[in-house]
C-alpha cells in the first residue's frame, strides 16, 4: 500500500551550526538545509535534509543591523537582543525590515574528490526525522536571528539546534501548533513544552470524521465552528467509549476522566475536588423562583423620547431596563445596537457621532485598502492571509444563505460580508478569522446594512467575544466551568444526574456559548436575545442563566428517559430551531431573581454573576445610571483589555 504522505511546511536555507565538540569534521563548516513538517500515514514528523552543498562561513553575506549594509558573517558577532519577548510578538529580522538583504552564500572549494566525500558524510550525519509525539519541548532563542533547539523525551540530549537565519521561524512553530499545544515553561520563558492529544482518541475522530490530516484537538483550534456545529453529534459514541472504556471494564475513575477530556479540549484544567474551580458548594434552599412577565419592544417614538434636541441620550438606566425587558422594534435597531454596542457613546450628540462615523469610515477603507491592495505575487508569499482568505469565502458562502439579505447568487451582502471579515483581518491580525465568526457577524450586517457601520459594531462584539476564538480557546473553557457551577446550585439532583452520564462538564453546550446561540435560535430570534444581552441586565454573565434556563426546561424529559450520555448530546442538538426566546428569556430573569434573594450565596456565584462588583459599585454611586455604566455589557464576564475607546468594558472572572 503506498504511503500517504503531506506537506504541511517547508522551507530551504535553514542551517545547522556543528561545532568541534559535536564532531564537525570542519570547524567552519555551516550545515545548509531544508525543513519539513511532514504528515506521513497519519503521523506527523519533523524532518530536516542538508542539501547537496555546505556553506563556507568566511564566504556567507549577511544583513546587519543597519539593513542598508551588508557586512561579512565573521563580523556578525551575533549581538543579544535588549529584551527579549514572548515568541508571539517577539520581533527579529524575520520579521521587519532588518533581512531586506537576503543572506547568500557561495559553494566551499574543495581542493579534491576526498574533501567532498568527506562534506557528503558530514551532510548525511546532520538529517534527521521526528515524530512530533517524541518532542518534549523547543526552545527558542535569539542571536539577531531566531535559532530553535528541540529536545527529545526519550533522551537527555538535543537535535541540532536550526538557525533560521533567512527568517520562518515563526511559520514552522505557527505550523506545529496545528498538532500540539506549545506551552510557555514556567522556569524558562524561552523553552515551549510540546503535548499532543492521545493518538487512539485523535484516530477514532479522524477515521470517523473522514479527515485522516487533523484529530479533534486540531478541529477544536482551527475550525470550532464546523466541529461544535457539524460534527459533534457524530462523535457521542467515540467520546463516550473513550471516557467510559469498553463495557467489560470498570468505569474509569475520575482522574483518568479528566485527562481525556482535557485532550479533548486542549488545556481545559479539570479541578477533581467537589466543585471545579470553586469552593464546594451544598445544597442551598434557593425559596421559590418568582414570576416574571417580558413587556413589548421599545417603539420609535420611545427611543426618540429618550434624546435631548442635542441628540444625547436621557435617562440611560431606564432606556437599558427597557430593552432588556422587551427589546427593540425593528425600526430602532439600526440606531440603538450602535450605542448597546458601544459604538456610540451614551453621552454623545447627534453632532459629535457625525464626526466619530467619519473618522471611523476613513480609519476603516484604510485598513481595508490594506489587504485590498496586496498582489497575487505578495498573496502567494503570505500563508496566513491566503488562510484567512480561504476560510471566509468558505464561510461567507453558507451563512444564512436562506435568509433573504444572503440569498441567491451574486448578492452584494455576501460581499460585503468578505470584505467586513477580511478588514477585521486587518484590524486584529494576530486572531484574524476563526470559522464562526461569520455567524456574529451576520446580524449585525442586517441591521446596519451599512458596511462602515457593521465593521465597528462587530468589532465591539468581538471584545466580547474574543476568548472564544482564541487558540487556547481559554474563554470557552471558563464559561464551562462557570455553567457547571451555577447548575449545581440551581438543581444538584441534575448536576449530579449529568455527573453520572458522565455529562457534568457541559461540553453538550459548547455550541451556545461559541457563537452565543445563533444555530439554536430563528435569526429574528437572535436578534431579540443579543439586544437583551447587550443591555448588560440584570448581571454580568447572564447568557448562562440563559442556558441554565434552557436545561431547567429539559431536565425532566433527560431524567424521566433516563437518557445517556449519547442521547442527552443528541437531545439537546436537537432543540435547535424549536426554542421560544421569550419564555427562555422569562424563565433566565426568574432564576436571576431567584439567585439574587439568596442570603447566603456562594462566593462563587456572586464572582461569577458580579454580585459583589455590583455591590462596590453601588456603594460608591449616588444614582442608578452609575451602575449600569460600570456593569456595561460585557456578558462573557470577560473582555480584552486592548479595546478601542467607545467599546464596552467588563471583568475578568474566573
Not at 455553567?483 to 439532583?493: I, K, N, P, Q
Not at 443528541?570 to 431573581?593: F, T
Not at 455590583?614 to 460600570?630: I, M, T
Request: hydrophobic content about 35%; proline content about 3%; charged content about 25%.
Amino acid at each position: 500500500m503506498a504511503e500517504l504522505l503531506k506537506v504541511i511546511f517547508e522551507r530551504e536555507g535553514i542551517f545547522l551550526h556543528p561545532s568541534p565538540d559535536e564532531g564537525g569534521l570542519d570547524q567552519d563548516l555551516l550545515v545548509s538545509g531544508s525543513l519539513r513538517i511532514l504528515e506521513k500515514d497519519a503521523e506527523i514528523l519533523v524532518e530536516y535534509r542538508p542539501l547537496e552543498d555546505s556553506v563556507d562561513p568566511s564566504n556567507m553575506l549577511c544583513a546587519g543591523q543597519d539593513s542598508s549594509s551588508v557586512v561579512e558573517w565573521a563580523q556578525c558577532p551575533g549581538e543579544k537582543s535588549q529584551s527579549r519577548q514572548l515568541l508571539e510578538t517577539q520581533q527579529s529580522y524575520e520579521t521587519e525590515w532588518d533581512m531586506v538583504n537576503a543572506v547568500s552564500f557561495k559553494k566551499k572549494n574543495c581542493t579534491n574528490g576526498e574533501g567532498s566525500l568527506n562534506h557528503s558524510h558530514e551532510r548525511s550525519r546532520w538529517a534527521f526525522s521526528v515524530n512530533i509525539s517524541d518532542l518534549r519541548s523547543i526552545t527558542v532563542k535569539d542571536e539577531g536571528w531566531t535559532f530553535l533547539v528541540l529536545q527529545l523525551k526519550d533522551s537527555s540530549s538535543s537535535l541540532p539546534a536550526l538557525h533560521f537565519h533567512q527568517g520562518g521561524s515563526r511559520e514552522f512553530l505557527d505550523s506545529l501548533r496545528r498538532f500540539a499545544l506549545l506551552t510557555e515553561c514556567p522556569e524558562d520563558e524561552t523553552r515551549l513544552l510540546v503535548s499532543t492529544p492521545n493518538k487512539a482518541l485523535s484516530q477514532s475522530f479522524e477515521n470517523l470524521l473522514d479527515d485522516n490530516s487533523f484529530g479533534l484537538i486540531h478541529k477544536f483550534k482551527r475550525d470550532p465552528y464546523v466541529t461544535t456545529l457539524g460534527s459533534f453529534s457524530k462523535v457521542t459514541n467515540y467520546i463516550y467509549d473513550a471516557l467510559r472504556g469498553t463495557e467489560e471494564q470498570q468505569q474509569r475513575p475520575p482522574e483518568e476522566v479528566a485527562d481525556l477530556l482535557g485532550e479533548v479540549i486542549p488545556g481545559l484544567e479539570i479541578n477533581q475536588q467537589e466543585e471545579p474551580g470553586f469552593e464546594v458548594i451544598t445544597r442551598i434552599d434557593l425559596g421559590e423562583r418568582p414570576q416574571v412577565s417580558r413587556a413589548e419592544p421599545l417603539s420609535a417614538d420611545d427611543w426618540s423620547k429618550h434624546q435631548d434636541p442635542e441628540g444625547r441620550i436621557e435617562d440611560e438606566a431606564t432606556l437599558r431596563q427597557r430593552i432588556f425587558k422587551g427589546g427593540l422594534c425593528h425600526a430602532v435597531r439600526r440606531e440603538a445596537w450602535k450605542f448597546l454596542l458601544g459604538y456610540y457613546p451614551w453621552s454623545s450628540t447627534l453632532e459629535e457621532r457625525k464626526s466619530l462615523q467619519k473618522a471611523k469610515t476613513d480609519e476603516y477603507f484604510r485598513m481595508k485598502l490594506q489587504w485590498k491592495s496586496i498582489s497575487e505575487e505578495q498573496e502567494r508569499r503570505n500563508s496566513r492571509l491566503r488562510d484567512y482568505k480561504s476560510l471566509i469565502e468558505k464561510d461567507v458562502n453558507r451563512t444564512d444563505r436562506t435568509n433573504r439579505f444572503y440569498e441567491g447568487l451574486n448578492n452584494p451582502g455576501l460581499t460585503l460580508l468578505h470584505d467586513i471579515l477580511m478588514t477585521y483581518c486587518m484590524y486584529d491580525f494576530d486572531l484574524g478569522y476563526v470559522q464562526g465568526m461569520s455567524d456574529l457577524l451576520s446580524p449585525i450586517l442586517f441591521v446596519m446594512e451599512n458596511e462602515v457601520d457593521a465593521f465597528w459594531c462587530f468589532v465591539s462584539f468581538m471584545d466580547q467575544m474574543h476568548q472564544n476564538f482564541e487558540e487556547q480557546m481559554q474563554g470557552m473553557k471558563t464559561q464551562l466551568i462557570q455553567l457547571s457551577t451555577l447548575l449545581r446550585l440551581l438543581d444538584l439532583a441534575f448536576w449530579n444526574y449529568l455527573e453520572s452520564q458522565e455529562s457534568g462538564y457541559l461540553y453538550f453546550c459548547f455550541r451556545w456559548l461559541l457563537i452565543r446561540f445563533k444555530r439554536e435560535l430563528s435569526f429574528q430570534d437572535v436578534l431579540r436575545l443579543w439586544e437583551v444581552m447587550w443591555t448588560g441586565l440584570p448581571c454580568q454573565n447572564f447568557h448562562l442563566l440563559v442556558c441554565c434556563a434552557i436545561l431547567d426546561s429539559e431536565k425532566q424529559k433527560i431524567m424521566e428517559e433516563n437518557y445517556g450520555f449519547n442521547e442527552i448530546l443528541k437531545h439537546i442538538n436537537e432543540l435547535s430551531m424549536k426554542l421560544d426566546v421569550e419564555a427562555i428569556l422569562q424563565k433566565a430573569e426568574g432564576i436571576y431573581l431567584q439567585i439574587r434573594s439568596c442570603k447566603d450565596l456562594p462566593h462563587s456565584i456572586s464572582t461569577i454573576l458580579g454580585f459583589d462588583r455590583q455591590r462596590r459599585v453601588s456603594s460608591q454611586a449616588d444614582s442608578g445610571s452609575r451602575l449600569v455604566q460600570q456593569q456595561d455589557v460585557c456578558s462573557n464576564g470577560h473582555c480584552r483589555e486592548n479595546r478601542p475607546q467607545n467599546s464596552c468594558r467588563g471583568v475578568f472572572t474566573s
